[in-house]
């Protein structure tokens, strides 16, 4: 085996003829054409390539390591030159960071030592030569430990750390075998060596100030980003999809703007002359720049996640519109069935549950206990209650274990409150007067269906005045009945008719009817007592209110012909509605119907 093994050192000497060329020119070789340089580069990188590919063979490990080492010396030299002069070349970005430029650049301006001898620095320095006590005095104050500090830095690779270290190792010799004889020989040097003049110290200020000013800059910077990266998710949170392509834009501004001062902070950078200084900004403003990037990475990421969720959210609520009109189509077509079945019969034109019911009746026979319980003024006279009776006149006890316990007390028991008045007067005749206060409903639809979709009917009122006629011979009886689901049009029209006035109002019976949810009321304008009892019962109304749902429910019918009472009561109260439901049936000849499997509902007339 020989002392090279199989290595072939011609075959080297002829690779590492362009990386030669480089290391013999040194630092100045950045004065050629970049051109030149560029075609240099690539020659040593393909020849290093070639090199570690085994073309020339193997050698002994510090054979392979010196070869290695120049090649990568060369490519260092070459790629300080591309950056000391501002000339982007990716390849040599991407192979060195600042930091190892910097050092070329400190140790090679160390190389007028490799023509000096010990003697030739003693020279320069009797004559004192501001280049050589520059370079001695830089030396002295801490590049030897910088340069020591990056030589033993692992994340350096290996072969630059070994270049360099032979070439200062050369020089360093020379510097302290230098430095310790002029400390003998000449008494000023320990002085110049330790200076620290004023001019030193105010250019350090200067510099100082510079840094903070620079570090104040990028803190303003990140500040700003930082802010406007929160504006933009707090936007985002609420956006629609046909805002999110407006973010993506703003997103792009604020990239923008944010490389804009990155930039200027670059320029800013470069032209300091401290090179510690610059690197040390440069690597803060590098890391600055990546977190940044990651954030607006992010930020793209949160606006497409932001998109697509409202992609899916519209095809979600497509998705349910179509539902719903598959829904309000159905619903249509059932109440247009109904409609053409019932046409404009009163049957199913109401809507009142067993609750409501009851409540309905305890208000009213609150509300009329409540009125008769002073002296009241009828007829321009003074009566007063000398009796007043609550009974029920429906026996809801047949249902006593057919219902629980809560839906048998919710059912009407059609309590009616009579009242006895006479009348007050010191002389004469008294005349007395008995009222009946009757809520009238049918308990048993309550207690078996639980609701009821019918008004009264004629028949209903008719056995009331006749049990009221028979009995009305020693003095007037007032029928007051009030009726939770309304009463058919056939009633007022009775009502109001001289058939009606011949046989109950000459025969001592008045009448007066209630509709409890519309608050219609209905008697003979020629029975001046029914009249006279109108205040009583007559229901407080809300007319702004009422006002607002009738608009509510106009604005619905308009739009597809009719409106549903669950619709409407998810926005007002229930009986609210309902009484404007019976208005609007009134004043608009719209049509209320109970529809199966749809509900109370309120229909334009032409809706078929």
Sequence with gaps: MGIFEEGKTDCVKELLRPAESVLNEGLDI???????????????????????????????????????????????????????????????????????????????????????????????????????????????????????????????KLYLRYFLKTKWDSYKEKLNSAIAEAIIRFDWIRDYLLMEDERTEAVAEAYRHQVENLRRQMVEL????????????????????????????????????????????????????????????????????????????????????????????????????????????????????????AGKV???????????????????????????????????RNFKATSVEEKGTFDKSGYAGKLSERDLKNVPDNRMVEVRLKEKKLFGKKEEITVRALFYGRPERYAEAGFDTDPLELADINALLVDARDEAKNGRIVLLVASPTGFEKRIANYVNSNDFHRNFISENVSLALLDLESGELIYNPHDEYAKAFEPILRLERD??????????????????????????????????????????????????????????????????
């Design 543 to 608: 007319n702004e209110l009422i006002s607002k749902v009738k608009n509510f429910l106009e604005e619905r019918i308009l739009q597809k012909g009719y409106v549903r009472l669950e619709e409407a009561a998810e926005e007002f109260t229930e009986d609210m509605v309902k009484q404007a439901f019976h208005e609007l049936s009134k004043e608009r000849g719209y049509i209320t119907k109970f529809v199966d499997g749809v509900g109370y509902v309120l229909v334009r007339e032409g809706f078929l």
């Design 30 to 156: 950045a004065v050629e054409d970049f051109r030149m340089r560029e075609k240099l580069w690539q020659s040593i990188e393909e020849n290093y390539y070639r090199y570690r590919r085994g073309d020339c063979g193997t050698f002994l490990k510090d054979l392979d390591v010196h070869f290695r080492s120049k090649f990568e010396g060369a490519l260092a030299i070459l790629a300080w030159s591309f950056w000391q002069n501002g000339e982007t070349y990716p390849p040599a970005t991407r192979r060195y960071s600042n930091r190892e430029l910097t050092a070329i650049e400190r140790i090679l301006r160390y190389n007028v030592f490799e023509l000096y001898s010990k003697e030739d620095i003693l020279k320069n320095i009797m004559h004192r030569d501001t280049n050589v006590l520059t370079l001695l005095r830089d030396y002295y104050r801490g590049t030897d430990r910088w340069i020591d500090e990056f030589l033993n830095d692992s994340n350096v």
């Design 222 to 341: 990140r500040r700003n980003f930082e802010r406007e990266k929160e504006e933009l998710r707090r936007r985002l949170e609420t956006a629609k999809e046909a805002e999110i392509s407006r973010l993506l834009r703003e997103k792009e501004e604020m990239k923008k703007q944010f490389e804009e001062e990155r930039q200027r902070l670059i320029d800013e950078i470069s032209k300091m002359k401290d090179e510690e200084a610059r690197q040390m900004l440069e690597e803060e403003l590098s890391k600055m720049q990546r977190e940044m990037m990651a954030n607006i990475k992010a930020m793209e990421e949160e606006i497409r996640r932001k998109e697509l969720e409202l992609q899916q959210k519209e095809m979600e609520l497509r998705r349910k519109e179509l539902k719903l009109k598959e829904k309000e189509d159905e619903v249509s077509k059932r109440i247009k069935q109904v409609m053409e079945l």
């Design 346 to 380: 009163e049957k199913g034109s109401r809507f009142v549950k067993l609750d409501e019911a009851r409540m309905l009746e305890i208000n009213f026979v609150g509300r009329m206990k409540s009125k008769f319980k002073d002296e009241i003024k009828l007829l321009s």
